[in-house]
Each structure stands twice: as C-alpha cells, then as structure tokens.
C-alpha cells in the first residue's frame, strides 16, 4: 500500500539504486567491452586507480607508449617472455557517440556566445543602460541550456553499463545545479523567486536521491509488522521532516495523510494535522512577499498548538515539524541528516534570500560536516562561499570539457575571483603583472585542453569542435593559433574526399601552405599505396614535390617501353591523349587533377604513346620522327635512351631495309650516342629487356657496348644507303 | 580491445606506432620485427608482417613520417640500422611486404635507440649506442630512400661503458616544427640538449641535471599552443623528472661565463655548451633548463615516460608495476590524474 501512495515521489528522487559514487571504494562496474573495471585509490597519489582490462601484465619491467589515438595506447612487459601487448583503459576518456554529441551541443553554446564570451565592460561609444543586463541574461541562458545538455547526456547513457562516468557525471551535474541557483538565476530579467527556489530544491534532491523509496517503505511497512501507528514511530517524524526540509512538499503531505495521524483519536490532533497539510500545501513558493503573512500563519499554529492538551510524545512531534516551518535555526539544523539538507531548509524556512547564503553555509556545516568523498559536496560549499575558482579543479576531474565550459561562463559572469598570488605562489622571482599579460584565464586554458584533447580521440566529427575552439580562443593570437593548428591537422584522421576538402579549407583559411603541402604530401603516398599513380603525382606535384613527379613520370614511360605499348591505365593515357570522352572520364574532374607540373612531365610518355599509336596504324614515317624526337630529348635519362633504341629504333628502323632514314636523323642519333654515358641502370634495363620472355629482343648483342656498337655499324650502313 | 600476443619467442624491446596509430611496429630479442594493423571492424590488432631483421637482439625502432611513405628503422646490437619500406603490392605475411631499403653500419657498439627527425627537417634519422656516438643520416634524394648519408657524428661520451655494467642510451627530437633543429639524448646518467647553430653542426645546448642513477627513458614532448618546450625521463634513481625548456636571446658573455663554470662538471653533467652556438651577432639562442617536477611515486626504478599527441598528457611506468599519468594543472604543476596497475 505504501508504495502505491508513494509511486509519485519517483518523479523527484533519484534512483539511488542503479547509481555509484566515488566514494565507494572498489566498486566493480562492467564497461561497454564487459570488462571490469575496478576502481580503487592509489595510495601514493590518492589518485583513482585502475586495473588493466581483461588481463594483467606482470609488473615486473612495465613499459607503455602513448599512441597517437589514445585508447589505443598499448603496454608490455620487457622482463618476461609472454610477448603480450596490452591495451589500456583511460578513466577520463570517453569515446562514446553520445560524449561526442554533447560536445558538439557544448562548442554550439560557446560559440552562439559571441561576444559575451567576456565579461567586457563597455567604457566608450554608445553605451546602454540595460547592456550589462542584456549580457548577464544571456550568460545566464546559456548556462541553463548547458545544465540541461549535461542532463541529457546522462541520459543518453543512463542505460548503459558505464555506471563510473554516470556517477561522475551525476556529480558534475550537482555542482553546476548548485551553480545555477546561486549565481545563474537571480540577475536574469525574467527572474522569479520560485525559480530560485526550484531550482535550489531541485540541486539538493537531484545531488542524492535522498530519501530512498525503500527508507519510506520501510517506514509503512513496519506498521504492518508491529501494528503500531505510523506516527508512533520516530523514523516517521525524521522523515516527514527530511520531506519538508528538502522543499518535497506534495510528498510530506502524502506522507502526514498516510499517517493515520488525520484519524487520531483525539480530534485536536485531526484539526491541527489539516491545519499542517493546508500550510504546508500553502507554502508561498511563487511570492516573495506571501513569506511573511505565511510565516506568520505558521507562527500562529505552532502557538495554538503549544496551548493544546494533548499526548506529550504526538505533542513534540508535530511542535518539531511546525518550529522547522516557522524557520526555527536550531530545530532545521537538528534534524538534518546533511548539511546541504539544512541549507535547503534554512533557505526555505528561515528568509528565502541569497544575502543569508553564506551564513546559512555556514550553519549548516557546523551541525553536519561535509562528507569529503563525495566529490560534489565540498564544489558546493565553495560555490556558496563565493570561492567558485576552487571548484575548477574538481570538476575537471570529472570532466574536463564540462569544467572548461563552466568555467568560461564563470568568467563571462564575471564570479571567477583566483587569488593568482597564491597559485604562482610556488615560483620565486615571477613577476606577477607579466604572468597575467601571457597567460590565459583558467577558462581560456581549460578550453584550450577541451580543444587538445579532442584530437587524441578516435573521432573525426570531433575535430571540428576542436579547430573551432582553438579559433574562438582569445587567449592568443592569430600567429599563436596558426602554429597550433600547424601541429594539429597533419594528424586528422581523414577517410573521405570531403574530410580533405575540409582539412585543406581550414589550411587555407588560416593561411598554413605548408601544412597543406605536407597533407598533399601524406595523400600523395596513402594514393601510392593504393596504386593510384596518377592522383599521387597530382598531390605530390600540389605539395611541390616535383622530384617526386617526375620520378614516377618516368616510372610509367619506362613500364611503357618494357611493355611495348601504351599503359592499361585509361587515367593516364586520356590525360597524354587529351581525349576524356573516348575513356569516360569527366573533364572537370581529370582537369582538377591534372596540374602543370605532371603535364610537362608526362610530355615524353604522351610523345612515346603517340609513337605507340603510329606504329600501330602502320604510319612508320611519322613514327619514327617520334622517335627520334624522344632518343634526341636533351633531359631523356641514358638508361631510357638505351631502352627506347633497343626496343624500338634498332628492331623497328635500323634492322629493317624498309625505312630510310635521311642524313640529318642518322646524325641526330649519331650524336645522342656520343652523348650518353653508361651508367649501371643503362646495364640493368637492357639485361631486363633482354632477358624478358615475352620480348622480342632477346637476339640483341648480349652486352649495352656491342649493342651500341652494332647501332653505329648499321646507321653507318643507313647512312651509306642514304648517300647512294 | 583485448591483449594480444605479439608472437615473438623472446623478449620484445620496444614497441612503435605509425602516425595516425593504426599500425603499431614491435621488435624483439627474437631478431624479428612484426608489424600489427588495427581492424576497425573488430578494433583489434592483427598480424600483418613478420620478418627476420637483424642478427642480435632489435631493441629500438621508429616509423618515419607518412610524408615519406611507409618506412621503419631499427637498431641492434649487431650494431646496424636497417630501414624497411613497405611494399604494397607483396601479400601480406609472405615474409616478403616489407623490403630492406638499406643497412647503415658506421656503428662499433651495440645500438640502443633509433628515431626518425620530425618530418619538416626531411627524411633524418638519428642513433645512438653504446660507442657513445651520436649519428645522424639523410636521405638527401627523397626519391632513392636506398641511399642514407651520414651527415653528422657526436661523440656524447668520451669513455663509452665497460661492457658487463648496464647501460643504456635514448633520444627524443623536439617535435615542434616552429623551433630550431634539436634533441635530447640520454647517455648513461647524463642527458644533454643537442640544436643546430648557425654553421649547421649539432652542438651541445643544454644539460638536464640532477640525475643520479641511469636514465631509462626520456620523451621530448609535443608543445602544441606553448611557447615553451617540457621533457620528461625516468631514471634508475626512482625519479621522474619534468624539466621545461626555454630559449632566451642573452648576450653572448654572460653564457661563456655560466658554461666556462659548468666545464668543471664535465665529467658529472656531460659535453660542455658548445660556444658555436653564439650567433655572429654576439647573441646565443640560450637555452634555459629548468627541473619543474620531480616524482618518486613510482616507489623505485621509472621504466618508461611518453607523452601524448598534444603533449598535455605524459605517462611514467616504474617498478610499482603502474602506469600514471600525469597533468599540468593551470599553474603549470604535474599531479598524477590516474593510475592504472597491472598484477603484482
């Protein structure tokens, strides 16, 4: 029965059951690969501490490199011979899709802030009256709107078995709730009491989840067994009061009426308790000047009912739960169990002000020490202390990317006050006025590793939010954000055509041509390797590297020589040929890949296929000019020169009686002759022509010499033909 | 991803990643290099090529920059380096995907440590060993990788170690393309920051004092976004040291001086500060070295420091059997972040 009245307060309290805290220790949580995770606290550190996942490496000389992509980071050991590698798991990275998504909400956020990124006092030109406002409003928006992408983040992954980061998750979310209500609310325009105070009841049951469904069963339950009354039991009266303290009004109602304390046997008692239902349902949650007449009502009741007769125990019970009403310090302290609970209690009770935050804080911690495990308690305490650039830390060991956001709306808000000295404290002789001139806010720097760290996941989609925030950033300058750029993008993990296009617009955006040269250069041998020549000599000839295209401009020439004929490749042979239609390939895509350098590089392979096709059509006159024109080529290298008049010239022109050649050609090639010097490669490209099967070389004179001389010995013949 | 067996029959030395970490390189006393590429269908390792590399035990290997397509160095105490260059058209596990470009064998002791220059200083390698020589080759045609010159040797220490004491000998280039041509080297117990002057020789910039014991381990770190550059080592002595490198333009007399002073501890902190490295101008790009962070968590021997891409992260591994890792806070501290442990 109690959990059927009961099943509504799920709507407020937190789900206890299926969440951890840090302050466990060694809880074993399964991850996303089912493997333990075990988290304890190094004791030298006090740092959270993991074990490996799956299997352990000996410790005995444990070595581990950090991979570019950190999750896949490997370990071994140099002592044993199990010659495992072995992988590790990183407690702050997450990888997931959902993480990525929240990131992207993030950097959306931070960039709709333009300008009121800082917290800028306007001194000259038009300056308007509302504008601090006007600033303070959107600061204040976009916190909101961050709060609730961190709730649906928790969300997302609420199911999941990633119970460690929803804990810290969940902690990150305390604090900035807290946050929320003390600095993000009230200097709003729209701004409401019982937004102050929502939201305030709205951090402190959302931080724990207290009371616990089952503590309230419990609490009815035990009825059952013992057949005494509910309100006869303390337990009942702790709770009611933790109810009322926690701003859980409908429940604290729910629970007095399931009391059985409206069919008291004494009809004062009846009277009193309707009384306490109507006031507590009265609470002047929505006005700010209903507190006092409220108050004043509660005053009242506690005073009638300290005149009534009736039952010492019940009499107690209930002047407790109206002096908790009536703001009374001591009883909203003594029945406490945290002291956020008193905080929250005092806030609604005692006056609904901020002005008495700080004394409430204060307060409440006399009576009900922080609890230093949970991570979010002491941020809190900070936060209602005015102490805000002390919970950075914190928070960035929960999250970084949460805390760099915070932080920077922190500092837009204008409520960061770091006490500099104290941090630089540790160096001696720094001057603390330079210190402030080159270094950035710790918001600047936390964004700034949010933008650094995203380059070391596994994600694409996230280097974006990475680029745009290393730009946004205004910490630096744009000669500062160039060179990190520069040392960024060489390492974007690019799949598509589309992932370079955006890669090389950002070089270009920001000016990097000799970051663009080296992507061009790493495509280039990526297209290589995928032996796709002709888009890798397109991007070594875009990196400069014309050295490159050249080689590879002779490498297809002298596979065209070997092959006796035009290359298969219908990509090179339409850019030589000029012909995009007779290969279906599209103009414009050949002419974006084409560029000047390979044109003029590929000019001797484009005479050597003309000379294929000649030959082909049996025009031995033209063909052979080609020819010519190609072993006369001043830049032709020996080697080719060698195999373009074995192959061709000397079987084609020279052995044959067929052509004639005239003077002028046979000097042509007499003085080509003198020119070349034989170098080994000449030696090891003829002995390859000579030796291959399907060549029709194979009854050329076995050695380079005594060919040559035999090419002489037969021009001279021509020649004497010529002259006769 | 789940640990995988690397195959080798002995100990493996040293692991290498490519650039974008989807090819990790491993040698061993086995002789064997073997190269694993990652299946992002399964995100787990698979054996891609394995080959028989040198004659002695590989202890160091590096992948060069992918600007140059995919080669690999190693060193052994054969006392070569050899440089491997993938070959896409061989099959893979044929034994035959990855080809010899070339054996560089100048060296008279064991090797200890290969690595490639960063990519914007061309396709360079340096290495060192237990001669206690430090050399650096080129490849001056970027189209014929089979030919490596040797364009600079540094003796790092005069006596090279008695053969049956340990020893051990890294190096680590300063990564960023911004600065002038550097590196650190660990030789023994001493560590000393080598930069082009002006005439172009590598000369002594900079010592990193205060190490007691042999330095296992030293990693230069990536200074994305700073304008000064941090490296780390870990050392027999129980220590992980972070120190910060800055580089100030003083005159030129006040650093003979200082160095003139420092020459008296020779012996103790390594090569004297090269007064080469004074510009013509009377100026000298001084390198400031600073130890900013000391660690002894590790509770004994620091096996190994690494940083991550962005230099924001570095990681230590030590006799405790742990991996840390560790963060600068806003004010530029290193405090441990996390710990992961393996079984002790």
Redesign the interface.
């Known amino acids: 029965m109690a959990n059927d009245e009961f099943a509504d307060t799920q709507d407020l309290l937190m789900d206890v059951d299926n969440l951890d805290f840090l302050d466990e220790e060694g809880i074993s949580n399964e991850s996303d690969d089912d493997i333990n995770l075990t988290i304890n606290v190094d004791p030298v550190s006090n740092a959270p501490m993991v074990n490996f996942p799956i299997e352990q490496p000996s410790a005995k000389e444990l070595r581990f490199k950090y991979n570019n992509v950190s999750s896949r980071s490997l370990a071994f050991d140099n002592s044993t011979k199990d010659n495992k590698l072995y992988p590790v798991r990183f407690l702050h990275l997450d990888e997931s899709k959902e993480f990525a998504q929240y990131v992207s909400k993030l950097f959306e956020l931070y960039q709709g802030l333009g300008e009121h990124r800082k917290n800028d006092v306007p001194t000259i030109g038009l300056i308007k009256q509302t504008s601090r406002l006007e600033h303070f409003s959107i600061v204040n928006l976009a916190f909101h709107a961050l709060v609730t992408e961190l709730e649906f983040y928790i969300e997302s992954i609420k199911y999941t078995n990633k119970l460690q980061r929803i804990g810290d998750l969940e902690e990150c979310l305390s604090i900035l709730n807290c946050l929320k209500t003390i600095y993000f609310l009230t200097d709003s325009p729209e701004y409401k009491q019982e937004d102050l105070l929502e939201s305030l009841i709205n951090w402190v049951n959302r931080s724990d989840g207290e009371p616990s469904e089952l503590v309230i069963q419990k609490i009815f339950d035990e009825t059952l067994l013992t057949r005494r009354k509910v309100y006869e039991q303390s337990d009942f009266w702790d709770l009611t009061a933790q109810l009322l303290l926690r701003g859980l009004w409908s429940q604290s109602i729910q629970c007095i009426q399931n009391s059985q304390l409206l069919e008291h046997g004494n009809e004062t008692v009846g009277v009193f308790v309707t009384d306490l239902i109507t006031i507590i349902e009265s609470y002047p949650l929505h006005s700010e000047n209903l507190f006092r007449e409220w108050k004043n009502s509660v005053l009242q009741l506690m005073t009638n009912w300290d005149e009534q007769e009736v039952e010492p125990e019940i009499k107690k019970n209930l002047m407790n739960i109206f002096m908790i009403l009536s703001g009374s310090k001591n009883k909203i302290c003594e029945f406490s169990q945290y002291w956020y609970e008193s905080y929250c209690g005092l806030m609604l009770y005692y006056i609904p002000t901020l002005e008495l935050s700080q004394e409430y804080g204060q307060l409440a911690t006399k009576h009900n020490a922080i609890d230093v495990c949970n991570n979010w308690e002491t941020p809190c305490y900070h936060i209602i202390n005015d102490k805000v650039a002390d919970v950075l830390p914190i928070l960035e060991s929960l999250d970084l990317a949460t805390a760099a956001f915070v932080a920077v709306l922190c500092e837009a808000k204008g409520i960061i006050k770091t006490d500099f000295y104290e941090i630089f404290a540790h160096k001696s002789g720094l001057n603390s006025e330079l210190a402030f001139e080159n270094e950035p806010t710790i918001g600047e720097f936390l964004i700034r590793q949010v933008a650094l760290s995203l380059c070391s996941y596994d994600d694409k989609t996230l280097w974006p939010v990475s680029v745009g925030l290393i730009s946004l950033s205004s910490d630096s300058g744009d000669s500062s954000k160039r060179a990190i750029l520069a040392e960024l993008l060489p390492h974007f993990p690019y799949t598509t055509n589309d992932d370079i296009e955006w890669l090389l617009s950002v070089c270009a955006k920001w000016r990097l041509p000799d970051v663009a040269k080296t992507i061009y250069k790493i495509l280039g041998q990526d297209t290589l390797y995928q032996n796709n020549i002709v888009e890798a000599m397109s991007n070594f000839s875009k990196a400069g590297e014309y050295e490159w295209v050249k080689h590879y401009s002779w490498m297809i020439f002298e596979a065209s020589i070997l092959q006796g004929g035009p290359l298969d490749d219908i990509t090179i042979n339409s850019i030589v040929n000029g012909d995009t239609d007779s290969f279906n390939i599209p103009k414009d895509l050949l002419n974006s890949m084409v560029t000047d350098v390979m044109r003029q590089t590929l000019s001797p392979y484009a005479v050597l296929y003309e000379f294929h096709k000649l030959a082909e059509n049996n025009e031995t006159e033209k063909a052979m000019n080609h020819m010519i024109q190609l072993i006369s080529f001043p830049y032709m290298p020996e080697q080719y020169c060698i195999l373009l008049l074995a192959k061709f010239f000397y079987p084609m022109f020279l052995k044959t009686t067929e052509t004639a050649l005239d003077e002028s050609q046979i000097f042509t090639i007499l003085k080509t002759l003198e020119k070349i010097k034989l170098n080994d490669s000449c030696v090891a490209l003829y002995s390859q022509l000579r030796n291959d099967d399907n060549s029709t070389c194979s009854n050329l004179p076995e050695s380079v010499d005594s060919f040559i001389q035999d090419v002489r010995k037969t021009l001279n013949y021509k020649i004497c033909q010529s002259f006769m | ?13 040293d ?3 490519d ?3 989807r090819r ?1 390189a ?1 040698c ?1 006393s086995d002789q064997h290099i073997k190269v ?1 590429k ?1 299946d992002k269908e399964t995100n787990e ?1 698979e054996l891609s090529e394995s080959w028989k590399a040198h004659d002695s035990s590989i202890v160091s290997l590096d992948w060069a920059a ?5 080669i690999i160095a190693s060193v052994s105490y054969d006392k070569t380096i050899k440089l491997w260059e ?1 070959d ?2 061989a099959l893979e596990l044929s034994g035959k995907r990855w080809q010899k470009l070339c054996t560089l064998n100048d060296a008279t002791g064991p090797l200890f440590s290969v690595k490639f220059a960063p ?2 200083l061309g396709l360079r390698l340096a290495a060192l060993g237990n001669d206690g020589k430090l050399r650096l080759y080129d490849a001056l ?3 014929d990788l089979r030919s490596w010159t040797l364009t600079s040797e540094i003796t790092v220490l005069n006596t090279p170690p008695a053969s049956h004491l340990q020893s051990d000998f890294c190096l680590s280039w300063c990564p ?3 600065s002038t041509e550097r590196l650190v080297i660990s030789a023994m117990d001493q560590a000393t920051i080598y930069q082009r002057n002006k005439q172009g020789k590598l000369v002594p910039a900079g010592h990193l004092k205060g190490h007691t014991g042999l330095i296992r381990s030293i990693a230069w770190a ?4 700073r ?1 000064y550059q941090l490296i780390a080592t870990g050392c027999k002595d129980g220590k992980l040291r972070i120190f910060k490198v800055t580089e100030s333009r003083n005159n030129g007399t006040n650093i003979i001086n200082e160095e003139n002073d420092n020459n008296a501890n020779i012996e103790r902190d390594g090569p004297p500060i090269d007064s080469s490295a004074i510009d013509a101008d009377g100026s000298v790009a001084n390198l400031h070295v600073e130890l900013i962070s000391e660690h002894s ?1 590790h ?1 004994g021997e620091v ?2 420091v ?5 230099g ?2 570095l ?1 230590s ?2 006799d ?6 560790w963060k600068a ?3 530029n ?1 290193f ?10």
Request: aromatic share 16%.
């Open positions: 991803m789940k640990p995988f067996l690397t195959g080798h029959s002995d100990l493996v030395h692991i290498s990643y650039f974008y970490g990790v491993t061993s694993f990652l390792w992918p600007e140059f397509g995919r993938e896409p058209d990519s914007h045609e970027s189209s960023s393309r911004f990536p200074s994305v976004g304008w968590d509770q096996w190994s690494s940083w991550n891409l962005t924001t992260i990681s591994t030590g405790d059997g742990k991996i840390r890792l806070s806003y004010s501290e405090r441990c972040m996390s710990v992961v442990q393996a079984a002790r």
